[in-house]
Nanobody
Framework: QVQLVESGGGLVQAGGSLRLSCAASGRTFSLYSIGWFRQAPGKEREFVTAITWGGGTTPYEDSVKGRFTISRDSAKSTVYLQIDSLKPEDTAVYYC????????????WGQGTQVTVSS
């Protein structure tokens, strides 16, 4: 089992920044990557980006390119999502999820952290 805990969300004005954290615990040695997803009110959950435990990243969702940056601290088993130049349309619940080696789907999910951007 892998446990994920997100933190760092909040209410911020447009143009501001936040850094979200995703702390992993449990069977972290079995992980291949950690991904960030978000779900806006009334919309389906969408993939934002992901990072492998070795540090490789996947392409960012188009609307966040140049504004979001994913990174990880292996020693702390924590993945971060730096969000700059926030826009009201970034308002969503942000989730991190874990993909284990040999698996095709994200099996473990955090509880989510709310990001609200005011105009």
């Amino acid at each position: 089992q892998v446990q994920l805990v997100e933190s760092g969300g909040g209410l911020v004005q447009a143009g501001g920044s936040l850094r979200l954290s995703c702390a992993a615990s449990g069977r972290t040695f079995s992980l291949y990557s950690i991904g960030w997803f978000r779900q806006a009110p009334g919309k389906e959950r969408e993939f934002v980006t992901a990072i492998t435990w070795g540090g490789g990243t996947t392409p960012y969702e188009d609307s966040v390119k140049g504004r979001f940056t994913i990174s990880r601290d292996s020693a702390k088993s924590t993945v971060y999502l730096q969000i700059d130049s926030l826009k009201p349309e970034d308002t969503a619940v942000y989730y991190c999820a874990a993909l284990e080696r040999g698996r095709a789907a994200y099996d473990y999910w955090g509880q989510g952290t709310q990001v609200t951007v005011s105009s």
